[in-house]
T-cell receptor, first 113, second 112 residues
Framework: DSGVTQTPKHLITATGQRVTLRCSPR?????VYWYQQSLDQGLQFLIQ???????AKGNILERFSAQQFPDLHSELNLSSLELGDSALYFC????????????FGQGTRLTVV | LAKTTQPISMDSYEGQEVNITCSHNNIATNDYITWYQQFPSQGPRFIIQGYKTKVTNEVASLFIPADRKSSTLSLPRVSLSDTAVYYCLVGAEPGGSYIPTFGRGTSLIVHP
């Protein structure tokens, strides 16, 4: 158990809809990372938050957004969903620079139909 | 970030030692080398991290030559449960920010 909790584990929704994925980081970790993993693209970094502020952006679509709340949990919002958004979405946490090891959650499997 | 190159797949048998080599020719002075393991439908799990020479923990060893342009993850006496994808990452900056960036990894299949 990594200590990172993601909910829900599975999500099935229709095209055009909007969903919210939730991540509770490991206790005390200030940084949260979001990743998307699909069969054809591998594990892609989306965005990082550190202590409530956006720190780095990767290959995140404009239809996607995220935030980190004062209690350090984070949410990834996916809107106007397309079939190609079907993937596993992982959240990871750590507290750089003390530890560069990232702890990953079990992921949310999103299926867009 | 330094680009990494590792074999797409490897096969081994139970009880054998497996060595997975990763090339990172343009590694920077402050970069660390980190390896993760991922099972299907699970999040990646940290295995080992090093800067130079050799690092060993309870599950693996990491060998890094003096020029640091490559690294080798060594898994002793693998079992069926070691079947997974192994990722080599480069690019930690002590005191700075670090985004774990994953390539395609090496798919290791351990046969009975």
């Amino acid at each position: 158990d990594s200590g990172v909790t993601q909910t829900p584990k599975h999500l099935i929704t229709a095209t055009g809809q909007r969903v919210t994925l939730r991540c509770s980081p490991r206790s005390g970790d200030l940084s949260v990372y979001w990743y998307q993993q699909s069969l054809d693209q591998g594990l892609q970094f989306l965005i990082q938050y550190y202590n409530g502020e956006e720190r780095a952006k990767g290959n995140i679509l404009e239809r996607f957004s995220a935030q980190q709340f004062p209690d350090l949990h984070s949410e990834l919002n996916l809107s106007s969903l397309e079939l190609g958004d079907s993937a596993l979405y992982f959240c990871a946490s750590n507290t750089p620079p003390e530890n560069t090891e990232a702890f990953f959650g079990q992921g949310t499997r999103l299926t867009v139909v | 970030l330094a680009k990494t190159t590792q074999p797409i797949s490897m096969d081994s048998y139970e009880g054998q030692e497996v060595n997975i080599t990763c090339s990172h020719n343009n590694i920077a002075t402050n970069d660390y080398i980190t390896w993760y393991q991922q099972f299907p439908s699970q999040g990646p799990r940290f295995i080992i991290q090093g800067y130079k020479t050799k690092v060993t923990n309870e599950v693996a060893s990491l060998f890094i030559p003096a020029d640091r342009k490559s690294s080798t993850l060594s898994l002793p006496r693998v079992s069926l449960s070691d079947t997974a994808v192994y990722y080599c990452l480069v690019g930690a900056e002590p005191g700075g920010s670090y985004i774990p960036t994953f390539g395609r990894g090496t798919s290791l299949i351990v046969h009975p």
